[in-house]
């Protein structure tokens, strides 16, 4: 393998001042760049390096995850429709796993997981219970 085509310098941990570390940190906030590509960008070898400045001299807040990165009101509708159809897809597709779920352990097992109602159930109790 030729190495000279990457003229990338490895680094080593004190190669880093805080000026540096800044300046990488807020690329990485501002969007301009993901943690990994700040690492390929300036030779950071190592995996998680980026990541501990960010939590150690970072301005986001990394006591609660966040799950969704975009606010919603900066969210078109377009974008919206998708992601509740994705969000739709995914809950029927879970909802299908349950459903087979209580099937098998109702065929192998025995069980009576989900309540088979007649349509002349009123009060939602069965009439064997006591």
Not at 7 to 14: A, D, E, F, I, W
Not at 48 to 61: A, F, N, P, Y
């Amino acid at each position: 393998m030729n190495y000279s085509e990457n003229p990338r310098k490895k680094r080593t941990q004190r190669d880093y001042n805080l000026g540096f570390k800044l300046a990488v940190i807020s690329q990485v906030e501002k969007g301009e760049m993901t943690y990994k590509q700040a690492q390929k960008a300036y030779g950071i070898q190592g995996r998680s390096t980026v990541l501990v400045w960010l939590r150690k001299h970072g301005t986001l807040d990394w006591s609660k995850p966040k799950l969704q990165v975009m606010p919603k009101s900066k969210e078109t509708p377009a974008q919206k429709i998708k992601r509740l159809e994705r969000e739709l897809s995914d809950e029927k597709l879970k909802n299908k796993v349950l459903n087979t779920m209580i099937d098998i352990s109702d065929q192998q097992y025995g069980t009576s997981i989900r309540k088979k109602c007649s349509p002349n159930q009123s009060n939602g109790f069965d009439s064997n219970m006591g």
